[in-house]
């Protein structure tokens, strides 16, 4: 049973396209992330809920919105998609967010190429 | 500007001898430590972690160390088993907030040679 899934593994769009990523944790947990990871391999926290309440926005540009319909869903969207934003797309998710770290659980990553 | 820095992009052992792993931080707020194993097509995933207020934390063939003078850690693997070969993530955090933030560095690809 998967812990942390997404879908699409593999997305090809053209430039100017929007598309959606989505991730489902069935780990009973409260937080969940999008991750970014470039060609340089750099893995970059993007975004992060908390009981469907937005608490970490990083400098994303406002092309990429995620959405959070209950605790156990946080899909990302993307309008007009660039040549940059080619990279492998990480969600995750963990058990709370307080003053005790909480072990994040990585989705298999979804990898984006844009022509 | 990277706070978490792993200089080493690759690194070749052989099996059933030791492998080390370091990783470097510059920001001083960073009161958590952790290494995340990568295999290829696959998400990260959670292999041990240090709080700060440690210097030393073990679990079975894996034990991290922090040098929190020198802003380092090291992940030694003994004895290193070709399973092991993955890409090894090491990543911080700080507390202090209501966010739980991982500042990943840019991994090493651990080569384990039967």
């Known amino acids: 049973d998967t812990a942390v899934s997404q879908t699409p593994k593999y997305l090809v769009t053209q430039m100017g396209n929007d598309k959606s990523i989505k991730c489902e944790q069935n780990?009973?947990?409260?937080?969940m992330y999008w991750y970014k990871q470039d060609s340089k391999k750099f893995l970059k926290i993007m975004f992060s809920y908390n009981n469907k309440e937005l608490i970490i926005n990083e400098t994303v540009p406002n092309r990429f919105s995620p959405k959070s319909p209950d605790k156990a869903h946080l899909n990302l969207h993307i309008n007009s998609l660039e040549l940059g934003d080619s990279a492998v797309y990480f969600c995750?998710?963990?058990?709370?967010?307080?003053?005790?770290?909480?072990?994040?659980?990585f989705g298999p990553g979804t990898r984006l190429t844009v022509l | 500007d990277q706070q978490v820095k792993q200089n080493s992009p690759s690194l070749s052992v052989q099996e059933g001898r030791i492998s080390i792993l370091n990783c470097d931080y510059t920001?001083?707020?960073?009161?958590?430590f952790l290494w995340y194993k990568k295999y290829p097509a696959e998400g990260p995933t959670f292999l041990i972690s240090i709080s700060s207020i440690k210097d030393k934390n073990e679990d079975g063939r894996f034990t991290v160390f922090l040098n929190k003078s020198a802003k380092h850690l090291s992940l030694h693997i003994v004895p290193s088993q070709p399973g092991d070969s993955a890409v090894y993530f090491c990543?911080?955090?700080?507390?202090?907030?209501?966010?739980?933030?991982?500042?990943f560095g840019t991994g090493t690809l651990l080569a384990v040679q039967p």
């Open positions: 920001n001083s707020m960073f009161d958590y």
């Open positions: 995750a998710s963990s058990q709370g967010q307080t003053i005790s770290y909480n072990e994040q659980f």
């Open positions: 780990l009973g947990h409260d937080t």
């Open positions: 990543a911080a955090s700080a507390f202090g907030g209501a966010t739980n933030k991982l500042i």
